[in-house]
């Protein structure tokens, strides 16, 4: 194989090599946005749902209080009443809680996508700092740098993704599966 053939097939190999661990981490990258956007849009019409909920429940129970207050006497149904919607509001409350849980798998979300953009641009940097010395060399080293830089990318690349190993199991608030920490 010539030199400039060599040259040229390691230089292909470390642009396509470069695009497709590029493209996988942004894949990545922007699956976990998505993922992001969906627990978010879930979770406010979630915490909606359970406030107005809990506005209706205690609405219902002052009205049932005031009707004591007006002078209506207490009897087991009021008192029934009462409780349900005691029970009711506590309800509405473990809900809107359960909508909060959110913000923990939208951090670790944010957190892994900060991580990966940072170790995108420090593969980026390893190809760039590889190829300093490239114009002064014989074709011969020209091709060894390359061969270094490709290697470089590739293990940078495995080394980021076995960081980012998805520890965030749920794509829902009602999947079931939380999978945290």
Same mark, same amino acid.
């Given at each position: 194989m010539t030199r400039e053939? +060599? #040259?040229?097939?390691? /230089?292909?190999?470390? #642009?396509?090599? !470069?695009?497709?661990?590029?493209?996988?981490?942004?894949?990545? /990258?922007?699956?976990?946005?998505?993922?992001?956007?969906? !627990?978010?849009?879930?979770?406010?019409?979630?915490?909606?749902?359970?406030? +107005?909920?809990?506005?209706?429940? /205690?609405?219902?129970?002052?009205?049932?209080?005031?009707? #004591? #207050?007006?002078?209506?006497?207490?009897?087991?149904?009021?008192?029934?009443? !009462?409780k349900a919607k005691h029970g009711e509001i506590s309800q509405h409350v473990n809900a809107a809680v359960t909508g909060l849980q959110f913000q923990? +798998?939208?951090?670790?979300l944010i957190g892994r996508t900060v991580t990966r953009v940072i170790g995108l641009r420090e593969v980026l940097s390893g190809v760039g700092s590889g190829s300093s010395g490239i114009s002064e060399?014989?074709?011969?080293?020209? /091709?060894?740098?390359?061969?270094?830089i490709n290697k470089v990318l590739e293990e940078q690349s495995v080394k980021l993704e076995s960081a980012l190993w998805k520890a965030v199991c749920q794509t829902h608030m009602e999947s079931g599966d939380i999978e945290l920490f």
């Open positions: 053939k +060599m #040259l040229g097939s390691q /230089v292909k190999h470390l #642009l396509s090599n !470069l695009s497709d661990h590029g493209t996988q981490h942004l894949t990545e /990258v922007e699956t976990d946005l998505v993922q992001t956007s969906i !627990l978010l849009g879930e979770a406010i019409t979630k915490l909606g749902g359970s406030f +107005m909920a809990i506005h209706e429940a /205690v609405t219902a129970q002052q009205e049932t209080i005031d009707l #004591l #207050l007006s002078g209506a006497k207490p009897t087991p149904e009021i008192a029934e009443k !009462l923990d +798998m939208t951090s670790q060399n014989s074709a011969e080293e020209i /091709v060894e740098t390359l061969k270094g």
